[in-house]
């Protein structure tokens, strides 16, 4: 066991009764933080995240058209 839950085992064991029931209840609250934090891991980036630094910064407001220009070119103005 770590030196600190020791130390925190200790300071339960020195609290009054009618406190332990309080550092119970933040004991658990804590608890469940832990357990939220563990069960929303944040996801892998996406790729877009990740190569962002390598775009280019003229192009950038280009890029909700790019996707339409593209169509266009491939398959012909309607």
Same mark, same amino acid.
């Given at each position: 066991m770590s030196a600190l839950k020791e130390q925190a085992f200790e300071i339960i064991r020195e609290l009054p009764q009618e406190k332990v029931?309080? *550092? %119970?209840?933040?004991?658990r609250g804590l608890q469940a933080l832990s357990q939220q934090e563990t #069960?929303?891991?944040p996801e892998s980036p996406s790729a877009m995240g990740l190569l !962002?630094?390598? #775009? !280019?910064? *003229?192009? %950038?407001?280009l890029e909700k058209e790019a996707w339409g220009m593209a169509m266009e070119e491939k398959h012909g103005a309607d």
């Open positions: 029931s309080i *550092a %119970i209840t933040v004991l #069960a929303s891991a !962002n630094k390598y #775009a !280019n910064p *003229a192009l %950038i407001p």
